[in-house]
């Protein structure tokens, strides 16, 4: 694609981005709620605010923003969603992932005004990408058990419990609870190795979509926006669950507003729901983090810089490919600015977004104005999102899986490294997978200063 410089701004050309863009994310926006580990309807109800603050903040005409499936199972990772879930229920799980999320958006707008933005561009590239094939094992292994088993995972966590497995996956709780990528891993290995397990309709159904989400574009007119296989899929499975009564999990009950709820500027009534202040403060997230406001600084800062290496690489494309430029502390700072107003909003932190980014360039955008039109959609008709109540979770697992299944099986430029390279780009991928994405990301550091310093100096003439 030949440079061409930043788009002339075109109000209508945004408004018909905009709206392509609304449509075609939905499935991702409940699809990656599933990822950070609470309600489906979630992702719908907290999307529009981050992007519209993202929209004010970025300098990039294109890049998009909003929960990816490496944030999703960052957060989650990071304050063990799921024994946070069993242990206390949905609603303070909320909570405490809305607090982390402004404490990623403060790291991040702090690591911005101190310059961090150019740092981030030395981190190794063998690193990156380990990290990445890591993080993105991670994702399979939140995504196959709603796709392969009726009840989720749920069902899986209990067929573990009764195998072999079921003592490692005991002395791992017990002996290394940071480790809770090990445990995902050995679900994932459960899960693929009994297929005699898996549910006799959510399984079929989760590979077609996949397939379908994966290949159907290229069956598709040309004429249709990316995306549009994912629309399909998901509404063809969201109809066939409500035909045939299907048995296993789906979205479920969409929770209206109240109507007296929302943000009134003047005579514009705004319908989002915004937590209470008072129930942030108080979540317990230090506890989480060992009772160390030290470890959780590092954690969400580490986070946040993570966060931006996804940024980085969206930007740094466009300007290569578009000759947009681009400016890493005021992207830095507007990470920041959208991960506050999740947090505000109950949402996990957010990041830039590659896929729906490249959906916005090719969909016309010319400015910032196309995805604040996004987010208004999302905002104002949440009220007739009920529609996806009986879709499939099966379904909206396929829409995750089929974004990083291939990377995962044949990770190309991991299989390229030669050396010391292939050391810490493999072993940065094993280490996230087994431990966390943030520990992961630290592993791979480590091993960068430990093959520096071994490698034998060369001699001076």
């Not at 991928?429 to 943030?438: E, M």
């Amino acid at each position: 694609m030949a440079t061409t410089g930043p788009p002339k701004f075109n109000p209508v050309r945004d408004i018909i981005a905009g709206t392509i863009m609304a449509a075609t994310s939905v499935p991702q926006l409940v699809a990656y709620a599933q990822g950070v580990g609470y309600a489906s309807w979630r992702g719908l109800a907290t999307a529009g605010p981050p992007l519209f603050a993202w929209g004010l903040a970025t300098g990039s005409p294109y890049m998009s923003c909003g929960v990816t499936s490496i944030t999703a199972l960052m957060a989650k990772a990071d304050l063990d969603g799921e024994s946070y879930v069993a242990e206390h229920g949905e609603e303070a799980y909320v909570n405490l992932v809305a607090a982390y999320s402004l404490w990623v958006g403060a790291c991040s707008a702090i690591l911005g005004l101190v310059g961090f933005g150019k740092l981030a561009g030395m981190v190794p590239t063998n690193v990156r990408k380990g990290f990445k094939w890591g993080c993105s094992i991670g994702v399979v292994a939140s995504a196959l058990p709603n796709g392969l088993f009726t009840k989720g995972s749920g069902e899986l966590k209990a067929k573990v419990a009764e195998s072999v497995f079921a003592g490692f996956v005991t002395f791992m709780k017990t002996n290394a609870p940071a480790a809770t990528g090990a445990i995902s891993v050995t679900n994932l290995f459960y899960a693929i190795t009994h297929p005699g397990d898996w549910g006799m309709i959510a399984a079929p159904l989760f590979v077609v979509c996949t397939a379908f989400v994966m290949k159907g574009s290229k069956y598709l007119p040309k004429s249709f926006p990316p995306g549009t296989e994912v629309i399909i899929a998901t509404a063809l499975a969201t109809i066939m669950s409500m035909k045939f009564d299907y048995p296993g999990n789906v979205v479920g009950e969409i929770p209206q507003l109240d109507p007296d709820a929302g943000l009134n500027l003047g005579p514009i009534k705004i319908p989002i729901s915004l937590l209470n202040p008072k129930d942030l403060m108080e979540a317990p997230l230090v506890e989480r983090f060992g009772g160390s406001y030290v470890t959780l600084i590092i954690s969400a800062s580490l986070f946040a810089a993570v966060n931006f290496l996804s940024i980085m690489g969206i930007a740094s494309g466009f300007e290569a490919e578009n000759g947009v430029k681009w400016s890493a502390p005021r992207e830095l700072i507007s990470q920041g600015v959208a991960c506050i107003t999740a947090g505000f909003c109950g949402s996990a932190p957010v990041s830039g977004s590659m896929s729906r980014s490249l959906v916005s360039r090719m969909a016309g955008t010319t400015s910032q104005m196309s995805c604040m039109v996004t987010a208004l959609i999302w905002i104002y008709m949440m009220p007739y999102m009920s529609i996806m109540s009986p879709t499939p979770q099966a379904a909206l697992s396929a829409v995750i899986m089929s974004a990083v299944v291939k990377s995962v099986i044949f990770p190309k430029d991991l299989m390229a490294m030669k050396g010391t390279d292939a050391i810490i780009g493999w072993g940065t991928g094993v280490g996230t997978a087994v431990t966390s994405p943030t520990l992961g990301f630290a592993i791979g550091l480590i091993l960068v200063a430990a093959t520096s310093a071994l490698k034998p100096k060369s001699k001076k003439d």
